[in-house]
């Protein structure tokens, strides 16, 4: 069964630290995204990746950075913490290919800047 | 820019009732339209349509495609509590991606 983790469901942090929220996928998928999630907002992508070593921005990149160094991690990197970046991240994966398939989710991180 | 507009924003409904949610969209290449429901937790994805007109069904929840019109429904016939959720419509459009563009989601709330 697919399966993605992500490190934390909940944290906690002060403006101005630096943050990095870690998600595993357990399916040798080639694609991976980190969104945030608001009320009110919906869905919004952050970065993505297509590979290893990989990335992309997405829609609201400011503030964050990623890293994947290795197929089945994906962080993102909060560089200095805002209280504006209090939100739920959601973690998401999914294999390339011609055909279109979709993405599963991990359970999310909701985070709170203090 | 690409856009999806889900509607209602919410719906209180009672146990039995039949409800329908709606997603529109606008994109620039249209690959597919994606139904997830999320409850406490990770968005679990229920259907994905590519075709226009082919019902897409699985027990109580079935959807549908019209790609001339740009929109999609999501049908929930006699509902329980435990279709409680927030529902997700999200929309694949550009060629080469796998990126996807998710509409505000409709809270559905299904009363005893």
């Known amino acids: 069964d697919v399966k993605v983790t992500q490190s934390s469901r909940y944290l906690v942090k002060r403006t101005g630290e630096k943050v990095f929220l870690e998600c595993v996928q357990d399916m040798d998928h080639e694609n991976m995204f980190w969104y945030r999630q608001d009320p009110g907002l919906g869905l919004r992508l952050i970065y993505f990746?297509?590979?290893?070593?990989?990335?992309e921005k997405g829609d609201i990149p400011e503030g964050y950075s990623v890293s994947r160094e290795k197929k089945e991690r994906f962080s993102l990197i909060l560089e200095s913490a805002s209280t504006n970046q209090t939100s739920m991240y959601l973690c998401?994966?999914?294999?390339?290919?011609?055909?279109?398939?979709?993405?599963?989710f991990g359970d999310g991180t909701r985070l709170s800047i203090l | 820019e690409d856009k999806v507009v889900q509607s209602p924003l919410s719906l209180v409904v009672h146990e039995g009732d039949t409800v329908t949610l709606n997603c529109s969209y606008e994109?620039?290449?249209?690959?597919?339209l994606l139904w997830y429901k999320q409850e406490k937790k990770a968005p679990t994805f229920l259907f994905m349509l590519t075709s226009s007109g082919i019902e897409k069904k699985s027990g109580r929840l079935s959807s549908i495609l019209d790609k001339k019109e740009l929109f999609s429904i999501l049908n929930i016939t006699a509902t329980q509590t435990g279709d409680s959720a927030v529902y997700l419509c999200?929309?694949?459009?550009?060629?080469?991606?796998?990126?996807?563009?998710f509409g505000k989601g409709t809270k559905l709330t299904v009363n005893p």
């Open positions: 990746s297509y590979d290893v070593k990989m990335k």
């Open positions: 999200a929309v694949e459009g550009e060629v080469g991606s796998e990126k996807l563009v």
């Open positions: 994109v620039t290449n249209f690959r597919s």
């Open positions: 998401a994966s999914t294999p390339a290919g011609e055909r279109v398939q979709p993405q599963h």
